[in-house]
């Protein structure tokens, strides 16, 4: 799958996969043997709503992997205003090698996605919060081993998830 929309876009095997591979690369980067696997690749941040765990995350992960990131607001581009959708996708997806998207309206990172020839990743919109809930799995891996069998309440924002 190129793009990573929703956790409801992938099977749990999937899921657990990603999580395994995360893990296994945040073990080698603490002991300083993970390779630069994004040198010479931008990321586009595209950030309609403003961040500060967000952004820096991406921002030091695309870094850490010897990356680049080029940071755009709502007023570089004014997403479905002044640039239309189809139009971002579609150049960006020329420029840059992946899109990361926090936006008000899941529309605009589905209409990316459909556009972009690189993989767009939904950074945060009104119905959802992929990566905040794959760091939460995480972090609960982490902290409770396997997770199979365990209830797990949510308390917070529901878009945050």
């Known amino acids: 799958m190129k793009d990573?929309?929703?956790?409801?876009?992938?099977?749990?095997?999937?899921?657990?996969?990603?999580?395994?591979?995360?893990?296994?690369?945040?073990?080698?980067?603490?002991?300083?043997d993970l390779p630069p696997t994004c040198q010479r690749k931008t990321l586009a941040l595209i950030f309609e709503k403003p961040s500060l765990r967000t952004r820096v995350s991406f921002q030091c992960a695309?870094?850490?992997?010897?990356?680049?990131?080029?940071?755009?607001?709502e007023k570089d581009i004014g997403l479905g205003k002044r640039e239309p959708v189809a139009d971002v996708g579609r150049v960006l997806g020329r420029l840059c090698d992946a899109v990361a998207v926090r936006t008000f309206d899941q529309a605009h990172v589905t209409a990316l996605a459909e556009y972009c020839a690189a993989p767009v990743i939904n950074?945060?919109?009104?119905?959802?919060?992929?990566?905040?809930?794959?760091?939460?799995?995480?972090?609960?891996?982490?902290?409770?081993?396997?997770?199979?069998?365990?209830?797990?309440?949510?308390?917070?924002?529901?878009?945050?998830?």
């Open 62 to 73: 695309i870094t850490q992997l010897g990356g680049a990131a080029v940071y755009l607001t």
């Open 4 to 32: 990573f929309i929703s956790i409801a876009d992938f099977t749990a095997e999937q899921l657990a996969g990603l999580l395994d591979r995360a893990a296994a690369d945040k073990k080698r980067f603490k002991a300083g």
């Open 123 to 161: 950074a945060l919109t009104d119905r959802a919060h992929p990566c905040q809930a794959m760091a939460d799995i995480m972090t609960a891996r982490e902290v409770f081993g396997d997770l199979a069998g365990r209830k797990i309440a949510f308390v917070g924002d529901g878009n945050n998830v």
